[in-house]
């Protein structure tokens, strides 16, 4: 078997396990530029292909998508996401990808962009007479908002609130591997499905944390469920969450139930703010390091969007400002490596992969690769206007890429513009952060340090 280069030996995997968790981004970086481009070892029964390469990628994520799960190991996050989309596989994957994406339709997303600019405005309105924000909470507040708002209404905020309060309690619980030790005592005994008879062991347990952990999954169903119940039976329709319900499969005419609209609601509101609040984050860093780029950004805002905020018509014209959060998202990618499992042996490049593989693409280093973008570190974002824009497809995969690309990628870019619009038409901000930023690593990639600024109102500190 031709398998990938890779650590072998019991030291250099132990040693690796140790980097992992003191930074897996350097470890990936590492990895690579040990061993090149394609990596694999194997930890007991686990096996893994980390992947640095463009055709490799598009292999895994788009030609050969098929033969690809995604990763394993989502059991206790399923407990929170159900069997929505960014869990869910085959069939009801499918199912559930035509219907949302009636719901994604631009024009349900020209629908809520008087939501984005809404609550911008009234974010910017609060800064009034502040001299100091974090721009990192900042953002983070303002997308939880706008996504709860798109989903309920504002007349439901108090509701969203709550909801968005115990998934960030439950989402912190299922970091922590307290519990993994039922696991662990499971795994050698001859059972089929440890991991499901792992989970209930997990809810029967009497400590407070895990109490509260289940306690908080009923909240949401039946705060979630009750919401479902009164917007279908409303007549009119603005919000998200009618789109979802209004949503009806091309194929054999049905609609989502309540509990896949309850599965979708919830992964909406997990995957719809954190990422977009981190690329805005880094953009901001981005363009407050960046003077010329800042003045640029700001000119076009002045040329293409008449008034205060931008129409959903004027976003589209906003080139060089989208080439700004691109470049910032090439560099600084909210999320910074995608996870398959292969059903069949396959082989990527020569290398033959078995059955079972997690395989890995890497994001951060495939979009910081000499290969694909000279100068590489060097933040330009000329690289995503006009011809210049001729990167490999694969090596520019902040929202994924494939079937299971990013459903709320043009939902994030026109917030995001929307948002950097009004409050740069309204403030200007000085740099209070320092560089280079240490990463926070998590799920997502975002800045230890937040991005701290000075606030003045746009245009007063012209000479
Ligand atoms: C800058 C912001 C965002 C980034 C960087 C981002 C990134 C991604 C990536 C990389 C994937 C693919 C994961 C994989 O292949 O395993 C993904 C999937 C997904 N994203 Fe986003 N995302 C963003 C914003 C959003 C928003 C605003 C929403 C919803 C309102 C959303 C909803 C989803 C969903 C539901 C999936 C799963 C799609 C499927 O498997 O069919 N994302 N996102």
């Avoid at 968005?164 to 089929?192: C, G, N, V």
């Avoid at 974002?381 to 890429?401: C, T």
Wanted: with cysteine; charged share 25%; aromatic share 10%.
């Amino acid at each position: 078997m031709n398998q990938p280069p890779g650590p072998r030996s019991f030291p250099d995997l132990l040693r690796m396990l140790f980097a992992r968790k003191k930074n897996p981004i350097k470890l990936y970086e590492d990895i690579f530029r040990e061993y090149g481009d394609i990596a694999f070892f194997q930890l007991g029964s686990y096996r893994f292909a980390m992947l640095n390469d463009a055709d490799a990628i598009e292999q895994v994520l788009q030609t050969e998508a098929k033969n690809f799960t995604k990763s394993t190991g989502y059991e206790r996050f399923k407990l929170i996401v159900g069997n929505g989309l960014l869990v869910s596989e085959e069939d009801v994957w499918r199912k559930q990808r035509r219907l949302m994406s009636w719901a994604f339709a631009s024009k349900n997303i020209e629908r809520i962009h008087h939501v984005m600019v809404q609550e911008t405005q009234d974010l910017v309105a609060r800064w009034q007479g502040k001299k100091d924000i974090d721009l990192a909470e900042e953002m983070n507040l303002i997308t939880l908002q706008i996504i709860s708002v798109s989903l309920f209404g504002k007349s439901q905020i108090h509701e969203a609130n709550v909801i968005r309060e115990s998934l960030q309690d439950m989402l912190k619980y299922l970091q922590t591997t307290k519990h993994l030790w039922i696991q662990f005592l499971l795994w050698p005994l001859p059972l089929k499905n440890k991991r499901e008879l792992a989970l209930k062991i997990e809810a029967s347990l009497p400590f407070k944390d895990t109490r509260k952990f289940f306690k908080a999954i009923e909240n949401v169903d039946r705060i979630v469920n009750a919401m479902i119940v009164e917007r279908k039976n409303k007549k009119e329709s603005t919000n998200f969450l009618d789109a979802m319900i209004e949503s009806t499969d091309s194929e054999d005419n049905t609609q989502m139930t309540s509990q896949q609209l309850r599965d979708e609601v919830v992964n909406m509101l997990i995957a719809g703010h954190e990422t977009t609040a981190n690329a805005l984050t880094w953009t901001w860093r981005q363009m407050i390091n960046h003077p010329e780029v800042y003045a640029r950004v700001k000119e076009e805002m002045g040329r293409v969007v008449a008034g205060n905020a931008p129409t959903f018509e004027e976003l589209p014209h906003l080139v060089y400002t989208k080439a700004v959060l691109e470049e910032s998202m090439r560099l600084y990618p909210p999320f910074w490596r995608i996870s398959r499992k292969n059903y069949a042996a396959t082989t990527i490049k020569g290398y033959d992969i078995p059955a079972g593989t997690n395989v890995i693409a890497s994001i951060y280093t495939i979009q910081r690769s000499e290969t694909h973008w000279p100068d590489a570190l060097v933040f330009k974002p000329e690289r995503f206007l006009g011809e210049n824009k001729n990167h490999h497809r694969f090596a520019f995969i902040p929202f994924g890429g494939g079937p299971r690309a990013c459903i709320g990628s043009q939902f994030a870019i026109f917030e995001a513009l929307t948002i950097m619009t009004i409050c740069m038409k309204n403030y200007d901000f000085e740099k209070k952060f320092s560089e280079p930023a240490e990463y926070f690593i998590s799920l997502t990639l975002q800045p230890r340090d937040g991005c701290k600024v000075g606030l003045s109102p746009s245009g007063s500190k012209k000479s």
